[in-house]
């Protein structure tokens, strides 16, 4: 990539941004963020991704006071402790427990979900949350994948297949379960590199984090055909939180940083408000049986036009099966 193309990637994510957060700061001056109104879900079980911090943990919150037993899936076992425990206090629920996957490596996404078919548990609800944010420089994951494609996209293209079956039988006509993947509105300037998907020719923080968030659009609509074709009883969404007040922009520029310091509280979301899409997304009954949609706060949105381009989804699809070494459910075979 070349420095004019990742200086453009850059002024388009921040317009993004910018975009977001004036909408935002309208929504919060004609009265808040819209509550998903949710029914108890006792005997049910979700698992949330980066469910330590952040809207992971304010996702994981609301789950468990909604009677679900939450399973944080995290890569940080001191934080994952941490949140077990003060969830478990906070909320009243016994039922919050933390499991170690980090999504950087392969083999620990297999071993998180052998290690919890063992115990054969049903998913209602998956929730694809974990993210890394414009990672200065290029990093790889264990397996040599770029950090954001690796961590954000394909980690949990993994670990939504190794669990499809298990949700499959969880989910029943009339009770989807639901696997909810977090994007992002920086996938509308994104773009799909699929010959460099790695970003090795030329690096950029934005590109590959925007890349990484359209995938996971891209993903959801393929894995909702999929599902559709099967007649399964699974919903795959995706839910963009808006703009919100994490450790999420540890890497951005000093200037986003100290807006987000001195004027977060107005202009940016609480994690709780960022964090009511995905459960919007994970149980409100009025999507029961509605896949393939794009959430913005408790509203359908439209996503990029690319991203309902069939051929490119397909394409998508077989890449990530290849480089995660999986079956296409499709096809029960790992594609040439
Ligand atoms: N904060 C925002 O404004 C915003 C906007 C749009 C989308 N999002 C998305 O929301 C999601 C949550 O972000 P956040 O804002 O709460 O950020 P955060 O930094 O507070 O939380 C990110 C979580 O991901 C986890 N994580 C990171 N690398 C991991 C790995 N290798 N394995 C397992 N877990 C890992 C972290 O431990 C943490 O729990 C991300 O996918 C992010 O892209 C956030």
Not at 92 to 116: H, Q, T, W
Not at 304 to 320: H, M
């Amino acid at each position: 990539m070349s420095p004019w193309s990742a200086a453009r990637a850059a002024l388009r994510v921040y317009a993004a941004g910018a975009a977001v957060i004036l909408a935002q700061l309208l929504r919060r001056l004609l009265g808040g963020f819209a509550e998903p109104v949710c029914a108890r879900q006792p005997g049910r079980v979700a698992i949330v991704t980066g469910g330590t911090e952040g809207i992971g943990l304010a996702t994981c919150r609301r789950l468990a006071l909604l009677g679900m037993r939450v399973i944080i899936a995290g890569n940080d076992v001191t934080k994952g402790h941490q949140a077990e425990r003060s969830l478990r206090a906070e909320t009243g629920n016994p039922e919050v427990e933390f499991s170690y996957c980090d999504l950087a490596s392969m083999r620990s996404i297999r071993e998180f979900v052998l290690k919890f078919k063992e115990r054969n548990l049903p998913v209602h609800v998956l929730v694809n949350n974990a993210g890394v944010m414009m990672v200065p420089e290029r990093q790889e994951t264990a397996d040599g994948f770029e950090q954001h494609f690796g961590v954000n996209y394909l980690g949990h293209f993994l670990l939504t297949l190794l669990l499809l079956d298990t949700l499959e039988r969880s989910g029943r006509p009339g009770a989807h379960a639901r696997v909810v993947s977090v994007s992002s509105a920086t996938h509308y300037v994104g773009e799909l590199a699929l010959d460099d998907l790695q970003s090795r020719n030329g690096y950029s923080p934005h590109a590959a984090y925007a890349q990484s968030k359209l995938a996971l659009v891209l993903f959801t609509y393929h894995l909702q055909a999929l599902l559709d074709a099967r007649g399964s009883p699974v919903s795959a969404l995706v839910a963009d939180p808006g703009v919100v007040d994490t450790a999420l922009y540890r890497h951005v520029f000093w200037g986003t940083r100290l807006v987000q310091k001195l004027l977060g509280r107005w202009l940016f979301k609480t994690p709780d408000e960022g964090a009511r899409t995905s459960v919007f997304a994970a149980l409100a009954p009025e999507l029961e049986g509605a896949g393939g949609r794009y959430l913005y706060g408790v509203r359908e949105a439209r996503s990029l036009a690319l991203t309902y381009d069939r051929q490119l989804q397909r394409a998508l699809w077989a890449q990530s099966c290849r480089l995660a070494r999986v079956r296409d459910p499709a096809t029960d075979s790992i594609p040439e």
